[in-house]
C-alpha cells in the first residue's frame, strides 16, 4: 500500500508543478467512495523540497493520513518520494458533514502540528540539517484559496504575501526554522465576502508561535 501512496504522491508533486495546473496538483478523486482509496490533500513546495499530504481508507476502513516528502534532481524532476509521517483514526475530512462537524461554523481550523529533521541543503542550515514544522489546517469548503503573509523577521516585501490555491479542504504548509506566518481565508465563493477574525498565527521551530482564529 505504501508503494501506492508513494507513486501518488510523486505525481501529485509533479502536476502541481506543471505550468498548466496554476499549482494545484491533479487527485485520484475528491472522496473516499467506492474504488477511491487515496485522494491529495494537498502539496507544499518549498523550494527544492516537495511535500504530499494524503489522505486514505486503510483495509480496516479506517482513515488515515500520510504526509510524503521528495526532493527536485538536478533535472527539475521530483524524486523517489519518502515517508514522513502518519495517523490513523481520523475523521474522513473528504466528507463535507464530518468536516463541518470538525469546524464547528468556523472557516478554518488548525488540525495540528509536526516536526521532521530534514536535509534541506539551505546555506543557514546546520550541516545542511534543518527542523521542519508542518501545519495542517481545515478550511470550509466554501474558500478558494487562503492568503498567507510572510512576517518572519526580514522577510522581502516583494515574497511577503501569497496565495494559496485549495484543491481540498485540508491545507498543508511547511515552515523553515525561525519562520512565521499570518494565514487568513480567502473569500466565501458564495457571497464574496471574507469572514472576519478568522486568521491562524503560525510558526516554524524555534518561534514560540500562537494561533488564533
Not at 510523486?10 to 472522496?31: E, I, M, Q, S, V
Not at 481550523?109 to 542550515?125: D, I, W, Y
Not at 515552515?175 to 472576519?196: I, K, N, Q, S, W
Request: net charge negative.
Amino acid at each position: 500500500m505504501h508503494r501506492k501512496l508513494s507513486e501518488t504522491a510523486r505525481a501529485a508533486l509533479t502536476a502541481a508543478c506543471a505550468p498548466d495546473t496554476g499549482g494545484r496538483p491533479a487527485a485520484p478523486g475528491h472522496r473516499l467512495l467506492g474504488a477511491t482509496t487515496a485522494v491529495v490533500a494537498d502539496t507544499c513546495v518549498r523550494g527544492a523540497l516537495g511535500f504530499v499530504l494524503l489522505l486514505h481508507r486503510r483495509k480496516d476502513g479506517l482513515v488515515a493520513e500520510e504526509l510524503y516528502f521528495a526532493s527536485r534532481e538536478d533535472s527539475g524532476a521530483w524524486g523517489d518520494t519518502e515517508h514522513l509521517s502518519g495517523s490513523a483514526g481520523i475523521a474522513d475530512l473528504t466528507r463535507p458533514e464530518e468536516a463541518a462537524a470538525v469546524l464547528r461554523g468556523r472557516s478554518m481550523t488548525s488540525l495540528g502540528e509536526s516536526e521532521t529533521l530534514l536535509h534541506t541543503g539551505r546555506p543557514q542550515a546546520d550541516e545542511g540539517h534543518e527542523l521542519l514544522r508542518f501545519h495542517t489546517l481545515l478550511v470550509s469548503g466554501n474558500i478558494g484559496h487562503l492568503d498567507i503573509e510572510d512576517t518572519s523577521a526580514g522577510a522581502s516585501p516583494a515574497s511577503a504575501r501569497v496565495r494559496k490555491p485549495l484543491m481540498s479542504q485540508v491545507a498543508l504548509l511547511a515552515l523553515f526554522p525561525e519562520e512565521t506566518v499570518t494565514v487568513r481565508t480567502g473569500p466565501d465563493a458564495g457571497t464574496g465576502v471574507r469572514a472576519l477574525g478568522e486568521l491562524l498565527d503560525l510558526s516554524g521551530s524555534g518561534v514560540s508561535g500562537a494561533s488564533r482564529a
